[in-house]
Structures are given as C-alpha cells and as structure tokens.
C-alpha cells in the first residue's frame, strides 16, 4: 500500500479566498493510499519546506502531492525538498489550485473552488499512484565549439572561446577569413581603419593554438544534438598543399591569366590564382578552377613551375572530414540586395552608379585605387557624387519592408570621406529618415552636415539618367517642397543589407528557424537573443538580421559566454519527461519520425547474434526528446509513451474525474 | 498563324497607316490579323477610382466578343493595350467586379483572353530574328529613337510588355530590321497624353521635352505604337522649332511603318503622307525610298 | 502657414469618402517624396503629388480641391509604379476628379475645346480627355 501525503496551500489568501483548503485535505485523507494530508498558509515559504520535509520522514510518506499554484512556479522548489527527505523527485506533484482554480472563480462561499480543487487533487493522486520513479538524464559534453562564418561576429566568438582553453573549429566558406568588414575602409563612428583593428584579430584566430581554421569551407551535414553534434565539413579543392604551402605569392605573381574580383565587388581584376586581399588569413592562394586553363584544357601550368615547395596540385578534390562538438554558432553574416534591381537608378547601365560596398572599397587605401575616390568608368574624381539611402529597404514593393540600420551611419561616413579625400567636392545625400541612435552617433551625422559639407535633401529618388556625359539625379526634398535636380559625377546607391544566398538551406541542415528573409530567428528576441530553439545552437552577428561592428562584436561574445557556461560542466542533466517506445508492439510505420518536430526519433536496427538485422525500431534519443508528446498522440499502435505522463497514468486521472 | 485583333477607333480613321502597314508586315513574317467581327471603342482610358465600373464595360464588351472567336487577342495602340490588358485582369482576378460587368453588358465573360501587343507577337511568338531574315530592305543607319510612352509599360503590376524602367523590346525590333535604335531618357517620360484637349501648352512643354531629349541623342526619325503620343509628338515640334531656331524637326511615324519599308512593302503604302513632318526626305537621303 | 488640426477632419468623412472613391489608404504613405520627384508635372502643380497625400492625411480636403493638381495630372501612373509603399496617387487624383465630375462640376466644357483640335486630334484623344474632365 502506498504512503501518501496531501500539503494544500493557501498561499496567504490567494488560494484560501474561493478554497476551503482545510475542507480539501480533509476530503483527500478519505482517499485509499493517502495517509497524511494537511493545509498551509505558504508552502513555499522556508517554514512551509521544512514541515514539508519533516513530515515525509516523521509519516514516511513515499510520495506526495502539493496543492498550490502552478508547476512553473514551484514545481523545482518541492521536488528539491521531497528529495533533501529522501524520495525520488518525480515522486513528487503539484496540482495548480491557484491558476486553474481559485483565481477563476469567484465564489465567495467556496463551494465551487472547494469542489473543483478536491477533483483536480484527487485527478493528480491516481496519476502518481501510477509514477514510476525516474532519473534526471545525464549526457557527457564534447568540449569542442564549431563557429560557422569567419566575419568580426565569428572570429570573435571563436578568440573568446579558445581564450577560455576551449577548442574551437571556425568554418569559413571563403579562402580567408574577415567577411564584409575586411571589405570596409574606415568604421564609424570613430574613423578607425577597418583593416587595422580587424586583421590583428585575424592574426591571432590563425595563431591560436586552441582555434583550427577551415577557409575555403562549407558544412555539409549535422547531426546529433547539444553536446554531441557530429558534422561533416566540405573542404573545397584549393589546388595547393596547404600545408607546405609558404605564402610567397611567387605563383599569384607568375599567372598569366584575370579575372573579376569577387572581393573587390567588380571593381578590380585579379589573377587566377589568388587570395582575396593582401592581409587574406590564411596568406595560402587558391585557384580558381572555372577560370583556370589548366584545370580546364591543361593549358599553362606556370604556377606549378615557379612554386618553390611544389604545392601546387591541379588533381586536388574536395575533402570531406568529420569533426565532432558540444555547441556550433552560427555568423554567416549578411549579403547586398543586387542592384540590379533598381533600374530606375540606372544601375548597370551607367557605370558611375555604384553601391556602398563598392565606394568603401574605393575609399580604402588597399582597394583598387588606393584610396582615391575615381569613378568606376574613366578613373576621374568626381566632383560632385549623390548617395541615395533606404535603396531596396523600406521598400515593400521591389525591395524589404525593413529598415537596414547601418546605411544612414555609413553614408554619413561616406561623405565625410569623400570631403577629406576630394577637397571641393559636393556631396549630396537623399533619406527619408536618419536613423542614428547608437551611442555618439547622433553627433557624426551632424558633423558630416555641419562640417563636412555634405548637403542632406529629404525625399527620395526616382529617376537617374545620363546626359551629356553627366549623370542626372532626379529626385524630391519634401521639405522644400521642391523637385530636386543635380548633375553628379557618380551616385553611391546604399542597398538594403539582405540574408546570404543559401541560409535557408545551411538552417535546414542546422534544424534552427529562419523568418521570411531568410534572417535566422533568436529564441527571443528580448530575453534570449542569441540562441536558437535547438538547444546547442547559437547566433551571432548579422545573420540574424543588420546592425553594426559594435553589436555583431557583442553578439559574437555573448555565444561565446554561451558555449562557456555549457561547457562548464563534464555533463548535462536534463529533465527525464521524454518519450520511450514499447519494442514489442511498434511496427516501424515512422509516422512518429514523421511527426517529432525536434527530429529526436532515430530508426534503430535490431540485430541477432550473427549480425543480420532482424528487425527495425523506433529509438528516441533521449538528449534530443523534448518531451512534447507529438509522437505518442502520432503512434497508431500506441507504442509511444511519455514517461511521468503515460497513457496509463493518464486514462486514471481522468476517469477519476 | 491567324490572331484576332482589334484595330480600335482611332486606327480605323486617323491613322489608318499604322493599320495598314502592321497588317501587310504581319503577312510577311508569316501571320495573319483577322479583325473581330464585332468591336466597339475601349474607352480609351482606364479608370483608376476602382469604383468607376461602367468604364469598365466597353473594354469587357470588347474582350467579350473576342473570347467567342479564340483565346487571344491582338492591338496596336498602347492606350488599348494598357485598358484591354488592366481591364482583363479585373475581370480574371475580381469575382465581384466581374459579376457586376457581365451582368451590365450582359455577357459571361471571365479573363481567359490573354492579350498580346503586336510587338510582343513579333517577340515570343515570330522571333526577332525571323523577322530579320524576312528583311528586304535593311534600314541601315537610320538613327531612330523609340519612344515608349506609359501605357505599354505602366503600372508593372500588370507587367507591360517589358521592364518598366529599361525597356528594350522596341530597340530589339529595331536592331532587327536593320535600324540603329538610340537610347535616350525620356523615351519612358509621358507626352501629356489627353491634356491635348484642355490645355496645349503643358503638352507641348512635355512632349517637347521628350523629342529634344532624343535629338540630343542623335535620333533622326521617332517610332511610337500610339496615335495620341505620335499627336502630341507631332504638335509639340511647330512650337520647338519655332522657340529654338537649332531644333530640326524630325518625322514622327508608327513602328509598323518603318518594319513594312524593311520588309519591302511599297513606299507608297505605308500611310506616310498622313504625317505633319514628312518621313520620305530623310529616308531618300538614306536611299530607303 | 498655420494649419489647425482636428480629429473631426482628419478621421471625418470627407476624406472617407476619397479613400472610398479611389480605393487607397492614406496612412500608407510614408511621405518619402518619390511620386513628386517622378512626377512630370510635379512643378506645374500648385500641390505636388506627395503634398496631396499629406494634405490628405491631415483632413485638409479643400487645400487640395483648391489647387490646379487634379486637373494637370497627365495620368501617366510614374507615380504608382515608383512607390516604394504601392500607394497611387494617380488614383487618389482621379478619384477626387470624379467626385467634382460626378457632381458636374468639371473644369471643361464642349464649347470651350478649340475646334481646329477636335478636326485633328486622334479619337482616342477625345474620349479619353472626355472622361477626364468634361462634368
Ligand atoms: C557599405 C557598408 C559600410 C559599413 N560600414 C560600417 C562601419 O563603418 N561601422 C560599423 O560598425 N559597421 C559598418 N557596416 C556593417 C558591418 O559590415 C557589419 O556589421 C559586419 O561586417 C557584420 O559582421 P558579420 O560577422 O556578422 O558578417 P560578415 O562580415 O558578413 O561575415 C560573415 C562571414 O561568414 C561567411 N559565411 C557565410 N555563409 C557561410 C557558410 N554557409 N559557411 C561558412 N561561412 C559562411 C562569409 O563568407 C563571411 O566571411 C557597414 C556595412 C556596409 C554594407
Ligand atoms: S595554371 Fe596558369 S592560370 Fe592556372 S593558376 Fe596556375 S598560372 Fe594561373
Ligand atoms: S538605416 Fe537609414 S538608410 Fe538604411 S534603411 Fe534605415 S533609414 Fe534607410
Ligand atoms: S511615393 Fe508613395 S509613399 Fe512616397 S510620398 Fe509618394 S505616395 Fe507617399
Ligand atoms: S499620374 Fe499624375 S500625379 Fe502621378 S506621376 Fe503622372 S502626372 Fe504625376
């Protein structure tokens, strides 16, 4: 027979104003099974605890039942106590009185709140007749990060992780690391050099010994779950031995052969084999086999011929290896919406027309024109550019309806650059809104305008066309309430930040969401901003969505504290509420594969001694079951059940209703 | 090949050249424009308060008819273009509108037309470069400038017959017959359209400003697809001239036209004595006639 | 310019009434300005068409029956096709040309059209300018 015990709070008035509670416990001690019970004015309290866990030893209760407010409150707080006296926590159970009960009804004689609180308790009592005792579940920890996205998000991350003795594998699609900010000449808002504050930290992913770097990378596949991630990384063909490889640049110098440089965004050529800039990290060139008349029709080859080590090898095929970890961030980090799109803004036929990216790259001292602003189509300095905001953003008819954050700061930093650079040139700029609100960042806009001679019209543009060699902005300041017209050497479009191509399907593969622009979607976006619902899986940066070096950095150390506190333990515990299938019975219909939305229900093989697979199974992997229940309502033959809530414990509280 | 069109009320008059020469071209690339039996003017404008269904009703009652005859339908005005288009789109796409039409014209009509310009059949259904092998008479060096106007292009929900900001389908059927097309600005900009009936001076500021753009860019010779652009086009260069004493006005002619001269049609045929600046000094000058 | 603003004008129904008409949301507009920067006549216009739609928003109706803006517009629709928000001015403008149309009060009159252009001028030229303002 068991020994139970019944604890029915009042919480102060909360719970005794519509419930007799005394009435409850006297009810409840009628019940077989039950041998104690009694009523409380604040359970929780620390008085509350202690005669909690007295009475277990003094009645030696096996199980109890607390009623009181809901399990989110204090379910946690009793199972401890249950436990400090000895029994096994999920022995203990809570019935919501206060939620579900006293604080719907309004009864002043108590009658319904008694009555309803007497059959909630009594429900919950045949249920933990029914418990079996379980066991928290503990999962070892594989103490290894994987970063994916080499942007100042992901080298951040992974400097602070590898900074806390972890060792981290930063997966980085490109030849080297660095993302858009390699890209940028100086950052506001306070004008350093981009390069200068970001390749020392480029530097010193490469020379950490905790930090392994995968350049010219992809993911190709993830399994497993927080803890135990197993995932398969594609190593493109770089044609050169990495590792005997020097950095002379002997075979970039020797190669006959051009082609657009994706780094320098059209605005440069370079050679066929190649690293994307100066400072690349690794300083190891690859080829570029589409281009390469070697590769292709075994054609030239001088490469080969001048590098000293010999490491280049035109047979050289993508690798697959497989890494193991506990955590993977996310920081593949953001793309330009193509300007294509605006041909009203005459982009691609005028040559003068350009977008953001492409004047930082102008702009910078290592850019295709060392620094000096010259339009793309005859190398002149203009004398007079218009930079045209919000194109493509905040535009639900052909671009995003979002705002994209960092162009009003970097415009504002465009024409103050271009005032340094090209003393007596006009820069006009066209906004609807300035949006500014980071710290000290209000005061650079105005110094763009009241220093720097940039002219702000506020409207925007319609048309831009050529005429007579010159470009024609036709465009609107609403609040002269005038059309505008200016004749400008060149126009800087500032296009809407928008998701990388192919971050839907890198989700997919991670099991993490996405929102319609294909920007990754936090956990919250106020109380968890940089996790994800997969547990184990973290964002940082602009995946998720624009904003600045100052926020991606924070994002990139937030995960990294993350991963930190994850691995701060040897294991995990996680709550043993997870589902178990009855070998005997499932019939291997998968319609519970089908249905588990956390993908935590595996097809297991049966195998006799010999070895052959006699039959097939459905396992759920307890480290991933989130203990929804999905699955057990999907079995047809009922093979599925959830432990603490099986079909059993289920059918005998209600029918004791 | 044989596609019902609709020639609508001002090609069955004024500008029966236009007419005329798009159907001897048609034969010669190998279609044939069969006139709906039954048609009626479409309007000529398409309302855009969406509360104005009776507008409606003429465009329907035309789509109407030609539904009964087959499933497509051909124009060569742009501003019959654009209503017969928008109109059936209405049709197709709003239940209750349509509803409210057909009971009206007292019709069963619902959008299943698809409405092609005649540019746009020389395009997908011809091939451009079909029409150049059917080229008797290249117009080589003829700078000629196509103006677009709004109706083929605007609004792009509806998507005209081409990108809306940089069209290229005229310069394409240019480059066909052997012509060199000019690119300049205002080819997408309005002429002032209707406001030729109350009020002459906006007109003739606007469709000036297109032919000064275009001369700029060296056009020597303007082709259109509307009778009121090639109107005001046409207006507008007596005042150009007359105010600039170095603007040299230049003909104004239909698109079909110039395609009929490079197709071998006789000169003659082709209506251009209709025109206010006549065509034919320019294309002796350039041994075309 | 000193404008007093009411609820009564603004939410009232007069301007109910426009966005009945023409089948537009006011609110939409986000005043960036693009349909007068594209407008062909925007400088013609005593208001330009991104005035009309703030007037609009204000309640002030009769600024914008006052100015010359309807009856300029050429219809040419750059507006609709450039906005960033899919707004039409175009359409409000027909539809408050409707409203004085429907209430015979249109600025043109048969009589007044010159009779050398009604021998020329193309048909569609008629029935088009027709609809447009002839009350
Ligand atoms: C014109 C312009 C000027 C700017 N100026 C400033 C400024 O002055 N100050 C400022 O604070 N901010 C500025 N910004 C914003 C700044 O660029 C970003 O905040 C910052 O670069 C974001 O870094 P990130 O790491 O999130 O992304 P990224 O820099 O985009 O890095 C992402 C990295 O991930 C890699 N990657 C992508 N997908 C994969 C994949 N599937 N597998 C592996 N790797 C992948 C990419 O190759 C890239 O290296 C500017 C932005 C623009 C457009
Ligand atoms: S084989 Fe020739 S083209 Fe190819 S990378 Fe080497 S040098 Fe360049
Ligand atoms: S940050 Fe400024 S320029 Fe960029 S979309 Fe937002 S408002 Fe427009
Ligand atoms: S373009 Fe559209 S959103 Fe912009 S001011 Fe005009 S109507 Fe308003
Ligand atoms: S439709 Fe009217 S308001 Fe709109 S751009 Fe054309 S002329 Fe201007």
């Known amino acids: 027979m068991p020994r139970i015990g019944v604890f029915v709070c009042q919480c102060g008035n909360n719970i005794a104003a519509t419930v007799d509670t005394k009435k409850v416990a006297e009810e409840m001690l009628k019940l077989p099974g039950v041998v104690y019970t009694c009523d409380y004015k604040f359970m929780c309290s620390s008085p509350g605890q202690e005669m909690l866990k007295q009475t277990i030893k003094d009645n030696k209760l096996d199980s109890i039942i607390v009623a009181a407010c809901s399990p989110h409150m204090h379910e946690k707080t009793f199972r401890k106590a249950g436990e400090a006296a000895g029994l096994n926590p999920y022995r203990v159970e809570i019935t919501n009185i206060r939620e579900q009960c006293s604080w719907v009804h309004h009864d002043k004689t108590r009658a319904v709140g008694t009555v309803k609180s007497t059959d909630l308790t009594r429900m919950t009592l045949e249920r933990l007749k029914r418990n079996q005792p379980l066991n928290k579940i503990k999962i070892p920890i ?516 | 090949m044989k596609i019902p069109y609709y020639p609508g009320c001002t090609l069955n008059t004024v500008s029966k050249g236009f007419d005329l020469s798009a159907r001897a071209s048609a034969r010669s690339v190998g279609f044939e424009m069969e006139e709906l039996a039954q048609w009626n003017c479409c309007g000529a404008t398409f309302p855009l308060s969406p509360d104005n269904l009776i507008a409606l009703s003429a465009p329907a009652k035309v789509l109407a008819n030609a539904r009964k005859g087959g499933e497509e339908l051909t124009t060569l005005c742009s501003v019959c273009y654009n209503v017969l288009k928008r109109t059936n789109a209405v049709m197709k796409g709003d239940k209750e509108k349509r509803s409210v039409i057909n009971g009206f014209i007292n019709e069963e009509y619902d959008g299943s037309l698809s409405i092609i310009h005649y540019l746009e059949i020389l395009r997908d259904k011809v091939g451009f470069d079909k029409v150049k092998a059917a080229v008797k008479k290249p117009l080589t060096g003829l700078k000629t400038g196509a103006y677009y106007g709004c109706m083929l292009l605007r609004p792009f929900e509806d998507r005209g017959i081409d990108d809306s900001e940089r069209p290229v389908i005229f310069e394409d059927m240019l480059k066909a017959v052997g012509a060199e097309p000019v690119e300049f600005p205002n080819k997408i900009e309005c002429c002032g359209a209707h406001l030729a009936m109350s009020n002459t001076g906006l007109v003739t500021k606007l469709s000036g400003n297109v032919m000064t753009s275009a001369a700029d860019n060296g056009a020597e010779i303007i082709v259109t697809s509307c009778p009121l652009c090639q109107y005001n086009l046409e207006q507008s260069q007596t005042a150009l001239a007359s105010a600039t004493g170095d603007y040299k006005p230049m003909p104004i002619i239909y698109f079909t036209q110039l395609l009929g001269l490079a197709l071998g049609q006789p000169v003659e045929t082709l209506g251009f004595e209709k025109n206010v600046w006549d065509a034919m000094p320019l294309l002796k000058k350039k041994g075309l006639a | 310019m000193k404008i007093r603003l009411s609820g009564a004008d603004i939410d009232g129904p007069r301007v109910k009434h426009i966005e009945r008409v023409t089948g537009e949301d006011l609110k939409h507009c986000y005043q960036c300005g693009k349909c007068s920067a594209g407008c062909p006549v925007s400088y013609l216009m005593e208001v330009p068409p991104s005035r009309v739609m703030r007037l609009l928003q204000l309640g002030r109706v009769d600024d914008v029956e006052a100015a010359n803006t309807m009856w300029v517009c050429v219809g040419c629709v750059q507006c609709y096709a450039r906005c960033p928000k899919g707004c039409s001015v175009a359409s409000v403008l027909e539809g408050m040309r409707q409203i004085q149309l429907r209430k015979g009060t249109g600025p043109t009159l048969i009589k007044d059209i010159p009779i050398p252009f009604l021998r020329k001028a193309p048909q569609q030229a008629l029935v088009c300018g027709f609809r447009k303002f002839v009350g």
């Not at chain 1, 295709?368 to 535009?395: A, H, L, Y």
């Not at chain 1, 890198?506 to 969401?513: E, H, Y």
């Open chain 1, 142 to 657: 594989k103490k290894r990060a994987l970063v994916i996205g080499g942007g100042i998000a992901g080298i951040q991350a992974a400097l602070d992780i590898a900074e806390g003795g972890i060792e981290v594998v930063l997966v980085e699609r490109e030849p080297s690391i660095g993302g858009n900010m390699a890209r940028l000449s100086e950052t506001f808002p306070t004008m350093d050099c981009s390069q200068c504050i970001l390749t020392p930290k480029m530097v010193e992913a490469e020379l950490n010994e905790n930090i392994k770097l995968y350049t010219y990378s992809e993911v190709e596949k993830v399994d497993g779950y927080i803890g135990n991630f197993t995932v398969q990384i594609r190593k493109k063909a770089r044609y050169v031995d990495e590792d005997r490889c020097t950095g002379c640049g002997e075979c970039i110098e020797k190669c006959p052969f051009n082609a657009e440089s994706k780094f320098e965004l059209g605005l440069a050529k370079r050679k066929i084999i190649y690293t994307p800039f100066p400072q690349s990290v690794p300083n190891i060139p690859v080829i570029d086999a589409p281009n390469c008349p070697k590769i292709q029709k075994d054609k030239c080859g001088a490469c080969a011929v001048v590098c000293g080590p010999k490491c280049i090898d035109f047979k050289q095929e993508d690798k697959i290896v497989t890494e193991e970890f506990g955590a993977i961030i996310v920081a593949t980090g953001y793309d330009l919406m193509p300007n294509e799109r605006f041909g009203e803004y005459g982009y691609g036929r005028i040559k003068d027309v350009i977008n953001g990216m492409q004047f930082e790259r102008l702009a910078s001292s290592s850019g295709p024109t060392g620094g000096e602003i010259r339009r793309p189509s005859d190398g002149k300095v203009p004398q007079s550019i218009v930079f045209i905001q919000c194109v493509g953003s905040r535009d639900e008819q052909k671009g995003v309806s979002y705002c994209s954050k960092v162009c009003c700061m970097y415009t504002a930093k465009h024409t103050m650059l271009y005032n340094h650079k090209v003393h007596g040139g006009k820069s006009y700029v066209f906004y609807m809104d300035i949006r500014c609100a980071g710290k000290r960042y209000e005061e650079f806009v105005r110094r763009a305008i009241e220093h720097d001679g940039a002219m702000y019209l506020r409207g925007r543009v319609s048309r831009v066309y050529e005429k007579d060699g010159r470009i024609i902005v036709q465009g609107a300041d609403t609040l002269s309430n005038s059309q505008v017209e200016i004749e400008a050497d060149m126009v800087v479009m500032a296009t809407a930040l928008v998701s990388r191509p192919g971050a839907d399907s890198l989700a997919q593969k991670l099991g993490i969401g996405y929102d319609k622009y294909k920007f990754y979607n936090e956990y919250h976006p106020k109380l968890r901003p940089v996790e994800t619902v997969t547990a184990g899986i973290f964002l940082a940066g602009t995946c998720m969505g624009p904003m600045d070096i100052p926020d991606s950095v924070a994002q990139g150390s937030a995960t990294a504290s993350k991963v930190l506190a994850l691995f701060s333990a040897n294991e995990m515990t996680r709550e043993p509420i997870t589902a178990l299938v009855n070998k005997v019975t499932c019939n291997a219909c998968w319609d519970c594969v089908t249905a588990c939305p956390y993908s935590a229900i595996e097809r297991d093989a049966v195998k006799n001694r010999q070895g052959e697979v006699v039959r097939l199974l459905a396992k759920v992997n307890e480290g991933v079951c989130q203990g929804c229940g999905v699955c057990v309502a999907a079995c047809r033959s009922k093979s599925i059940d959830l432990k603490g809530y099986t079909d059993e414990q289920v059918f005998a509280a209600l029918a004791a209703f």
